[in-house]
């Protein structure tokens, strides 16, 4: 929806970024919110093996600071809409796993709306 919106805001001159932040050290994971029932997890069997590994492996975890997110919006509604790009991984983490998937959609959506005539 974020691609489409962009395309059809472009228009009106309403310019919009996707931001991609990963793993940063918040109070989501103590914030969350236990099932009453936790033996209801039974029934998804190695989901909750699942689960628990990724909670485990974000108590491990070094987290980079939750600021690189804030200055990462600031710098975009400071920059020339010209400027602004489609989508921004922040963080490192985020870099090396949304990067790849970024550059291939880049490619496919340029194809796209060059066949069309909207580039």
Not at 21 to 41: D, H, S, Y
């Amino acid at each position: 929806m974020a691609h489409a919106a962009a395309y059809e805001l472009k228009g009106a001159g309403i310019d919009t970024t996707i931001v991609e932040p990963r793993a940063f050290g918040t109070t989501f994971g103590a914030n969350m919110i236990q099932a009453r029932e936790p033996e209801c997890l039974d029934g998804y069997g190695t989901a909750e093996d699942l689960f628990s590994a990724m909670a485990q492996s974000f108590a491990e975890r070094q987290y980079q600071n939750p600021q690189l997110v804030v200055d990462t919006l600031v710098e975009l509604a400071e920059s020339a809409p010209v400027d602004r790009p489609m989508r921004v991984p922040v963080g490192e983490d985020s870099k090396m796993a949304c990067t790849p998937i970024n550059e291939a959609q880049e490619l496919s959506q340029s194809a796209i709306m060059a066949h069309f005539g909207w580039d």
